[in-house]
């Protein structure tokens, strides 16, 4: 169920759809969510961790700085996954639904992109984005 759930789900967006505001608050964005479309696994460049406790600024900065590497390597925009992007509250009514399909959402991307704030490393949500992605392998 939850497999399913998530591969009906997974969505990502290009990161130059993303502004430093998109980054200050968790607070449901539906317009926000209206740029997302759903994707297929392996077709998604990177999931994005950040924590919701960190400087937009800061993170802002290190997300445009690995785009712009990423644009240079591969000549197009990055496609990626951000919770506030890319979960559907309609769908993830409970948040153990959208904990239960971060793995599938982890695996469906290329890369993990960490905006390493100070407190990262002490959010649950984060610490289980790492987690997983170091468990995949």
Excluded: N
């Amino acid at each position: 169920e939850i497999s399913e759930l998530a591969r009906t789900s997974f969505r990502c967006l290009p990161a130059s759809a993303l502004s430093a505001e998109h980054l200050r608050s968790p607070t449901p964005d539906p317009a926000l969510f209206a740029l997302s479309v759903p994707a297929a696994f392996g077709h998604v460049d990177a999931f994005v961790s950040h924590s919701w406790h960190d400087d937009a600024g800061a993170k802002w900065e290190a997300l445009q700085a690995w785009r712009s590497d990423f644009v240079g390597l591969h000549k197009r925009e990055p496609l990626v996954w951000l919770d506030k992007a890319c979960i559907d509250p309609a769908k993830h009514a409970e948040l153990a639904d959208a904990l239960a399909c971060l793995p599938v959402y982890l695996a469906g991307c290329d890369q993990l992109v960490v905006l390493l704030g100070r407190t990262v490393l002490h959010r649950v949500w984060c610490a289980a984005e790492l987690f997983i992605f170091v468990a995949m392998g």
